[in-house]
């Protein structure tokens, strides 16, 4: 197993500041285990890695214009 020595550890204010969330999201999505987290005691911990990772799992690429249906549903 390899340790990462240098990698960053948020508590829930500057994970939500760096995800733009307010930090009562950050906490139900916490208790939802929709992100990870470390818990040390009654302190929940962010790591980057897992917050840049879930940021990147939300892109999608640019629209294809050529490709929408602009058909309106009756």
């Not at 240098?6 to 916490?30: D, I, N, Q």
């Amino acid at each position: 197993m390899q340790e990462n020595q240098g990698a960053r550890v948020f508590r829930a204010k500057a994970a939500a500041e760096f995800l733009g969330l307010a930090p009562a999201t950050l906490y139900r999505m916490a208790s939802t285990r929709a992100i990870p987290t470390i818990k040390l005691g009654r302190v929940l911990l962010f790591r980057e890695q897992d917050l840049v990772s879930m940021l990147e799992a939300g892109l999608r690429p640019a629209a294809d214009c050529d490709r929408l249906d602009h058909t309106v549903a009756s």
